[in-house]
């Protein structure tokens, strides 16, 4: 992937943590299906078997961004979460997370140390965004900016990573992203909100 891309990937994460859940959704899904599109564009010269591994990730990026869709049309609440950290805080924080664990890791394989960096950050942004955000949908979007972060690594591996393992984790991934979105408009049915503070202080 071009460093472009990889960067843009990242600060889509960063954005994500800022906004509210909706746009933060939209956000995150364009973030997954920029990393199938990179993938796709990269198929041309290597094997059959990354070209299918590139398709699946954007099948998977369409089917996780349906899901996510319908979970965030199903689950509205009637108002915004009050977060306990302010929005500089939130942003600032992960962004020094984000590129202390890329500076910190070493070298790992990969084809570029920009794909390494930004596969770092990736992954940290999606720890951060589980962390900072108070919604239960945000527990979702955090996996999968961590999910996107692994991709990245995976597709810049030298012939990417094997066919069976990309179906593994696809399969993996979109099921958990379904029950997920279940289990996030159940929540919201019995308790009358998914904010992850609140239903901590549910007793009995």
Do not use: C, Y
Request: charged share 15%.
């Amino acid at each position: 992937m071009s460093e472009a891309v990889l960067w843009l990937l990242v600060a889509l994460g960063f954005l994500a943590v800022a906004a509210r859940a909706p746009v933060a959704a939209a956000l995150v899904t364009a973030q997954t299906v920029l990393v199938g599109a990179a993938a796709l564009a990269m198929a041309p010269g290597r094997s059959a078997e990354f070209a299918v591994a590139a398709a699946l990730l954007m099948v998977k990026a369409i089917v996780v961004g349906a899901i996510v869709v319908a979970g965030i049309r199903h689950s509205a609440e009637a108002r915004p979460h009050q977060e306990e950290t302010g929005l500089l805080v939130r942003v600032g924080g992960t962004v020094a997370f984000a590129l202390a664990m890329a500076a910190l890791i070493p070298a790992f394989g990969l084809e570029s140390r920009a794909a390494e960096d930004a596969a770092a950050a990736l992954f940290a942004t999606g720890l951060a965004l589980a962390l900072a955000r108070r919604a239960t949908l945000f527990a979702v979007l955090a996996f999968l900016v961590a999910e996107n972060g692994i991709a990245v690594a995976a597709v810049s591996i030298g012939g990417g990573l094997p066919l069976v393992v990309e179906l593994g984790v696809a399969f993996d991934l979109v099921l958990l992203i379904a029950v997920a979105a279940v289990f996030q408009r159940r929540i919201l049915s019995a308790f009358g909100t998914t904010d992850s503070d609140v239903l901590r202080g549910i007793r009995g």
